[in-house]
């Protein structure tokens, strides 16, 4: 593959040792492709997509069939891919993976685009609010706190534990004071939207 993008035979089996010592592959050089397992296979093509040192990669699906440990490999070596400046063009469904990942994302829904941008952006754009999980001093009950102004939900996790779903209006401190007015907390902690919580919401009741 390297030969057919204008590398010497030389610098392409330099390259390629390289990336199979990367992917833990370089026992199985030898070994016919069909009989690598799909995660070794995914692995492969990987290589064989950028040996070449390309400005610019269109990967599609390229964590599938890699379990977890595999997954973070591809991810590392993605990254390193971008610090080297590639462009990576990435299709992927595993959401959690590519935010890790993207510094731009598109969200398709039905071949249609439904969000595009940042991750701030997006989060804007969604207008789906942080959740605040509070752990109090003493039990209480969900029933017990009002809807305030920015709150959406509140879910009872366990006695003393709720979570409180905010809209993206909600000024926190402010929240915080209210629920201190209240009771006792011993801990609490804000959680973003993820990519894979703002695609569910902005293609809800589309299927």
């Given at each position: 593959m390297?030969?057919?993008?204008?590398?010497s035979?030389?610098?392409?089996?330099?390259?390629?040792?390289?990336?199979?010592e990367?992917?833990?592959?370089?026992?199985?050089?030898?070994?016919?492709?069909?009989?690598?397992?799909?995660?070794?296979?995914?692995?492969?093509?990987?290589i064989?997509?950028?040996?070449?040192?390309?400005?610019?990669?269109?990967?599609?699906?390229?964590?599938?069939?890699?379990?977890?440990?595999?997954?973070?490999?591809?991810?590392?070596?993605?990254?390193?891919?971008?610090?080297?400046?590639?462009?990576?063009?990435?299709?992927?469904?595993?959401?959690?993976?590519?935010?890790?990942?993207?510094?731009?994302?598109?969200?398709?829904?039905?071949?249609?685009?439904?969000?595009?941008g940042?991750?701030?952006?997006?989060?804007?754009?969604?207008?789906l609010?942080?959740?605040?999980?509070?752990?109090?001093?003493?039990?209480?009950?969900?029933?017990?706190?009002?809807?305030?102004?920015?709150?959406?939900?509140?879910?009872?996790?366990?006695e003393?534990?709720?979570?409180?779903?905010?809209?993206?209006?909600?000024?926190?401190?402010?929240?915080?004071?209210?629920?201190?007015?209240?009771?006792?907390?011993?801990?609490?902690?804000?959680?973003?939207?993820?990519?894979?919580?703002?695609y569910l919401?902005?293609?809800?009741?589309?299927?």
């Open positions: 390297g030969q057919l993008k204008g590398m035979r030389a610098d392409a089996q330099s390259e390629a040792q390289k990336w199979l990367k992917f833990d592959l370089h026992e199985r050089q030898k070994d016919p492709l069909k009989t690598l397992s799909k995660g070794n296979q995914q692995k492969v093509q990987l064989s997509a950028i040996i070449h040192q390309p400005a610019i990669v269109f990967l599609d699906e390229p964590f599938s069939g890699l379990d977890p440990v595999n997954q973070e490999k591809v991810i590392e070596f993605l990254v390193m891919l971008k610090q080297q400046g590639t462009t990576i063009i990435l299709s992927a469904h595993q959401m959690s993976l590519v935010e890790k990942l993207a510094d731009r994302f598109l969200l398709m829904d039905q071949g249609r685009a439904a969000l595009y940042s991750m701030q952006e997006i989060r804007q754009k969604s207008q609010g942080s959740t605040l999980n509070v752990h109090f001093s003493e039990p209480v009950n969900a029933s017990d706190f009002d809807l305030k102004e920015g709150i959406n939900d509140i879910l009872q996790i366990d003393c534990e709720l979570n409180f779903s905010l809209n993206p209006t909600c000024h926190v401190p402010t929240l915080l004071q209210s629920l201190l007015s209240e009771q006792s907390i011993e801990s609490l902690q804000t959680q973003q939207p993820s990519l894979h919580d703002i919401n902005s293609v809800k009741g589309a299927a």
